[in-house]
T-cell receptor, first 114, second 110 residues
């Protein structure tokens, strides 16, 4: 089975712009979660989508949003970019059936905001 | 509340055992995980343990869980240079949200 894929792998934007990142989960997985990784704050949960609905949300401002499509692929969007949004954005997929399942991570998208 | 703590750095000689420690605070955690991250890469799931277990062994990896003290450890036997990486422990309570520790950088010296 192919793993979790994320596109693009690298991105450079300027302050005030917006960006859209994409995540394709492992085939058959219906849950996609997004995490932000920065040197200062570490790994922080952004949100989770299951069956096209946001099921769980972290403590991030409204500039961070996401969606999920019927094929379980997910996108996250960050509007009005700030320098502090520079980070590695990781998505993880799982079956979505319950607490006991494991999440598998993609390679991440590294975003640099100038 | 949720908080996961790890030591920052561990240096070990090739062939020795490594032990990485983690403490967590959420007593409702159901599963605890260990992930490995190599430079420029995402997170690789190494192993996990259910909260009603004390120990889990998986080849060179041994996970110990002390639920009373909320202490989790990962032992890597016969550590190799390819084990040099950052190791994250994570807890999961309800839902699919993982709360991660800050990561332990492991350096394996030949």
């Amino acid at each position: 089975k192919a793993g979790v894929t994320q596109t693009p792998r690298y991105l450079i934007k300027t302050r005030g712009q917006q960006v859209t990142l994409s995540c394709s989960p492992i085939s058959g997985h219906r849950s996609v979660s997004w995490y932000q990784q920065t040197p200062g704050q570490g790994l922080q949960f952004l949100f989770e989508y299951f069956s096209e609905t946001q099921r769980n949300k972290g403590n991030f401002p409204g500039r961070f949003s996401g969606r999920q499509f019927s094929n379980s692929r997910s996108e996250m969007n960050v509007s009005t970019l700030e320098l502090g949004d520079s980070a590695l954005y990781l998505c993880a997929s799982s079956l979505g059936r319950g607490t006991g399942e494991t999440q598998y991570f993609g390679p991440g998208t590294r975003l640099l905001v100038l | 509340g949720e908080d996961v703590e790890q030591s920052l750095f561990l240096s070990v000689r090739e062939g020795d055992s490594s032990v990485i420690n983690c403490t967590y605070t959420d007593s409702s955690s159901t599963y605890l995980y260990w992930y490995k991250q190599e430079p420029g890469a995402g997170l690789q799931l190494l192993t996990y343990i259910f909260s009603n277990m004390d120990m889990k062994q998986d080849q060179r990896l041994t996970v110990l869980l002390n639920k009373k003290d909320k202490h989790l450890s990962l032992r890597i036997a016969d550590t190799q240079t390819g084990d040099s990486a950052i190791y994250f422990c994570a807890e999961k309570a309800a839902g699919n949200k993982l709360t991660f520790g800050g990561g332990t950088r492991v350096l394996v010296k030949p």
